[in-house]
């Protein structure tokens, strides 16, 4: 199966910390993506783990465990602009996207 | 900075009718994908394509739809007969290389009446 799991909604406040949390089927385990997606825009790439670990690139760090098919999106220091949808995503093989539902992050002064 | 460009942003059609949806990819990227996201629900893909033959395809992608690299920059999708239900926004997408990150067009919103 290719089912991904994460929450529908988050609130946070201005300047917090918020972890979104995501959980994935392990077969097949290809690779996870993050995509950060405004409403009415594209998708634009966050980051990819491919290995067990965080990755932090400023702002945002993402991790990885491969054995519990678990990963989460940490956002630092937040911003308003940062309220948006945040997609995970697993590659499902031949490096197509296998997208979940999204969480709609809501930031507020 | 490159980016996926795509045309139109908008597309009306009346059902049955066929529609191209244009795509120019990053520029020294190999590998195209199609998308569509119905509006409020999740982004779903379609199809793969590399070296000129689809790599991958999803059981929406059927009969009525094809993909093409008429040239050296363009991509297009296209729906031969429209349903109501293929109304949805169609975004393109380009990555490098296998099991990179993909980047997004902008989308054609595709709406059928």
């Known amino acids: 199966g290719q089912n991904i799991d994460q929450p529908t909604e988050m609130t946070a406040t201005e300047g917090a910390i918020v972890q979104i949390n995501c959980t994935y089927q392990t077969s097949g385990f290809n690779g996870l993506f993050w995509y950060q997606q405004h409403a009415g825009e594209a998708p634009t790439f966050l980051s990819y783990n491919v290995l067990d670990g965080l990755e932090e690139k400023g702002r945002f760090s993402s991790f990885l465990s491969r054995s519990k098919g678990y990963s989460y999106l940490l956002l630092k220091e937040l911003q308003m602009k940062d309220s948006a949808s945040y997609l995970c995503?697993?590659?499902?093989?031949?490096?197509?996207?296998?997208f979940g539902a999204g969480t709609r992050l809501a930031v507020h002064p | 900075e490159p980016e996926v460009t795509q045309t139109p942003s908008h597309q009306v059609t009346q059902m049955g009718q066929e529609v191209i949806l244009r795509c120019v990819p990053i520029s020294n990227h190999l590998y195209f994908y199609w998308y569509r996201q119905i509006l409020g629900q999740k982004v779903e893909f379609l199809v793969s394509f590399y070296n000129n033959e689809i790599s991958e395809k999803s059981e929406i992608f059927d009969d009525q739809f094809s993909v093409e690299r008429p040239d050296g920059s363009n991509f297009t999708l296209k729906i031969r007969s429209t349903k109501l239900e293929d109304s949805a926004m169609y975004f393109c997408?380009?990555?490098?290389?296998?099991?990179?990150?993909?980047?997004f067009g902008p989308g054609t919103r595709l709406t059928v009446t």
């Open positions: 995503a697993r590659d499902g093989g031949y490096n197509k996207l296998i």
């Open positions: 997408a380009s990555s490098e290389e296998r099991e990179r990150e993909q980047y």
